[in-house]
């Protein structure tokens, strides 16, 4: 007996489509598969972003071979919010760019240490680090709006959310009260839910709730991009590739580590000089870590 | 235009003309490939049509007359004792096969389908041999159908007759008895117990419609038993002795004894014909029991070479067959196609008739699935007593945690019929909910499909 049911035309149709039923119950987490469910222009959601879904209604096959997959639960999910987040939120990304020279100075120090803590100190566990640090200075940066705005939610907490890039889809676990964590505690957090999420093994405790949600690009390539602040959050923190550029310190043009950072953020909560003074903030702690400190 | 079979080959070759060899051969040929259908035969519609379901429901149907003619005096309204013509019966149940397979050459000549008499055997997989004669074929469907099984050690005696032998109509036995209480014995019993038989059914198993729900087959047992019919269940032929005024079945069982009988029928079952065909020539694999294995598009091992109906195993059932055969005539056209369900209903023309489908709790029992299962009893039905039915009941299987459908049995008046209805609810994934909630027209005997929902779902006003 099957967990799912479909009728015997929907049936015939998936067996011409090639799809397996089965698994498209499952993705959708649906018992009753409908025609509807088996041509993914038909699926829900997108109508709330277009008014019309024409410009999808397209017969692609009239261009050439076309395979036809479904979307997975977890696309739909990101999609749902990605898109409620870009219809609803008034974004504007700052960027700017980090000395992280220090850093990676620091990570060269702490190389033994981590290597007997059995720990990889990544330069993401930096940016944690200093992005909790700089939300502690600028509360505004770790609030929520409710939903009809008239009510700012500002946290005590600092949680900080990653996205992590896995076979399955985009998912956003959390490290809790990365304020009063220390870097290796953090780094060890990171590589243990970035498994948890490729591994699909996630529970609810592992997401939600976050105070700003990092988005590190920085071991892919760009030199930066506009991220989609992650809602109910109002700001996201864009990581792209480390690059050395030319710095003239007063005397010299001296080659300098610079980490390109963007700042999304919904300007309905913050406004663009808010932004400007978070970034200069972090990047002043990037450039310094010994402001953790203080 | 007509096709050219010059050297004597087919693109698509259909081996047997029943229920699913012509409607094979049909849809291939309105898929446009160019089809010869084969059947040893002179008239097409296999069994079903020519010695099985068709013949045998005209029967029936005589049968049904006779017995509800004898009912209404109960109403008050009298018959005389019919008079029966054998003679004019058979004539009638040959004229309803006759129009129906001379409909079906017609149809054949409609869609070109050339049409072949003889008896095919393979030479290769790209060759059979048809009375002598090589036909080469792309593809082909074996659709050769069963045949009754004989009773092994039985002596050959004309009085021992198969279900072909007692549709043909030569007599009626005075005394006749009939071994094997599934469908074909039960159907068989109605006809000659209505024709004035007294019919004695022995069943090896402990109940009678093997296979169907054991409640719904206790109603058809007292029902059949009421209607004299005389049924020993849990009881074998131990031996067979064909004396010359009678043949004398020793039995051994619940029922121990000799049983005297004119007529005998062997009603045990049918064998796939698989083994007919030198199916080896062509590198199939045939099991010992002459079934030929095919997946859901009903392909052999043989890509090229397809098997539908009986020949591919249980259930042997005419509307399985045809299934197959659209199945097998697209997937040959190129089309993706299966017989993608395990919902084969199953009837006993009997009276009253016994329907079912899917699961029942007995088969849930076995394949450790957790069923609940709701009814309604035809007692309580206003149609079937104002249609003077006798007992009847709608049972439907359900699974408990989704309220959906996974089996239904009927027992009653038209219960064939009512299945349908049922069949699509399970096709469709309904739950009982949907069945309760879909009007029923009042007074029908269908109602009490939606009153034996209400009643799981605790919202009869009926009972």
């Known amino acids: ?242 690059e050395t550029r030319p710095f003239w310190d007063g005397e010299a043009f001296v080659p300098t580590k610079f980490a390109p950072l963007d700042l999304s953020y919904d300007h309905r909560v913050i406004n663009g000089a808010d932004a400007a003074r978070f970034l200069a903030e972090l990047t002043h702690v990037l450039k310094d870590p010994r402001q953790l400190l203080v | 235009m007509e096709y050219l079979y010059m050297s004597n080959h087919a693109e698509f070759l259909v081996l047997g003309a029943g229920p699913g060899g012509y409607a094979c051969a049909f849809r291939a040929a309105d898929l446009g490939l160019n089809t010869v259908l084969v059947d040893p035969r002179a008239t097409l519609g296999g069994v079903c049509l020519n010695e099985g379901c068709i013949p045998s429901k005209a029967l029936l149907h005589s049968a049904e007359v006779i017995r509800e003619a004898s009912h209404m005096s109960h109403w008050g309204i009298g018959f005389e004792k019919p008079s029966i013509n054998l003679d004019k019966l058979r004539d009638k149940k040959e004229s309803i096969v006759t129009s129906l397979t001379s409909g079906l050459a017609g149809l054949s000549r409609r869609r070109k ?155 045990v079952g049918r064998r796939a014909n698989g083994l007919k065909i030198n199916a080896e020539a062509a590198g199939l694999d045939v099991m010992p029991n002459g079934v030929i294995q095919v997946d859901s598009s009903c392909r052999t091992a043989q890509p090229n070479i397809f098997a539908i109906g009986d020949v591919t195993g249980n259930p042997m059932l005419a509307h399985r067959a045809t299934h197959q055969g659209h199945v097998a005539a697209e997937v040959a056209s190129g089309h993706s196609a299966a017989l993608d369900t395990d919902l084969i209903p199953s009837v006993a023309y009997t009276n009253p008739e016994l329907a079912w489908v899917g699961l029942t709790p007995a088969q849930a029992t076995d394949q450790g699935i957790v069923v609940k299962q709701t009814s309604f009893p035809w007692a309580a039905s206003g149609r079937n007593l104002a249609s003077g039915g006798g007992d009847g009941l709608t049972k439907l299987v359900y699974c408990p945690d989704t309220n959906r459908l996974l089996g239904a049995s009927i027992v009653g008046r038209g219960a064939g019929e009512l299945l349908s209805e049922l069949v699509l609810a399970i096709e469709m994934g309904a739950t009982l909910e949907d069945v309760a909630l879909t009007v029923h027209a009042h007074p029908t005997l269908a109602e009490t499909t939606a009153f034996a929902a209400e009643r799981a779902l605790g919202t009869l006003t009926d009972l």
């Not at chain 1, 149709?13 to 799809?19: D, G, H, P, R, Y």
């Not at chain 1, 870097?183 to 591994?199: D, H, P, V, W």
């Open chain 2, 113 to 267: 389908v050339k049409v072949v008499q003889g008896t095919g055997t393979f030479v290769d997989k790209n060759t059979v041999e048809i009375d002598g004669e090589e036909w080469t074929f792309d593809n082909l469907v074996i659709s050769v159908g069963s045949a009754p099984i004989s009773l092994p050690g039985w002596p050959d005696d004309d009085r021992i007759w198969d279900s072909r032998d007692a549709l043909e109509l030569r007599e009626i036995p005075s005394h006749l008895t009939i071994v094997g209480g599934g469908i074909i014995g039960l159907e068989m019993a109605t006809v000659y117990s209505a024709l004035g038989s007294q019919v004695q059914v022995v069943e090896m198993g402990s109940q009678i419609a093997a296979g169907s729900d054991k409640e719904c087959a206790a109603i058809l047992h007292d029902a059949l038993t009421s209607d004299g019919i005389t049924i020993h269940t849990n009881t074998q032929v131990v031996s067979v002795n064909t004396a010359s005024e009678c043949i004398e079945l020793t039995c051994d069982g619940d029922f121990t004894g000799v049983i005297e009988a004119d007529a005998v029928i062997q009603a």
């Open chain 1, 1 to 242: 007996m099957k967990n799912h049911s479909a009728s015997p035309s929907v049936r015939a149709k998936a067996l011409e489509l090639s799809i397996d039923l089965e698994k498209l119950a499952a993705d959708l987490d649906k018992r009753q598969i409908t025609l509807d469910d088996l041509s993914p222009k038909q699926n829900t959601g997108r109508s709330q972003v277009a008014d019309s879904l024409s410009y999808w209604d397209v017969d692609h096959s009239l261009y050439g071979d076309v395979q036809i997959q479904a979307t997975s639960k977890i696309d739909r999910v990101a999609s749902d919010n990605l898109s409620a987040a870009n219809t609803v939120i008034p974004q504007v990304t700052h960027q700017d760019h980090a000395d992280i020279t220090a850093i990676e100075a620091l990570r060269g120090q702490f190389k033994l240490e981590a290597k007997k803590r059995g720990v990889k100190l990544t330069g993401l566990a930096f940016y944690v680090k200093a992005l909790a640090h700089t939300l502690k200075k600028f509360q505004k940066f770790n609030a929520s709006l409710s939903a009809d705005g008239q009510t700012l939610f500002l946290k005590e907490y600092v949680h900080i959310g990653i996205a992590v890039d896995t076979e399955h889809g985009l998912m956003v676990p959390v490290i809790r009260n990365v304020d009063k964590k220390g870097l290796f505690t953090i780094a060890a957090e990171i590589i243990e839910l970035a498994n948890k999420a490729k591994s699909r093994k996630l529970s609810a405790d592992d997401m939600g709730g976050a105070s700003m949600t990092i988005s590190n690009l920085g071991g892919i390539g760009g030199t930066g991009f506009t991220p989609i602040v992650n809602p109910p959050e109002v700001a996201i923190l864009g990581i792209t590739r480390t």
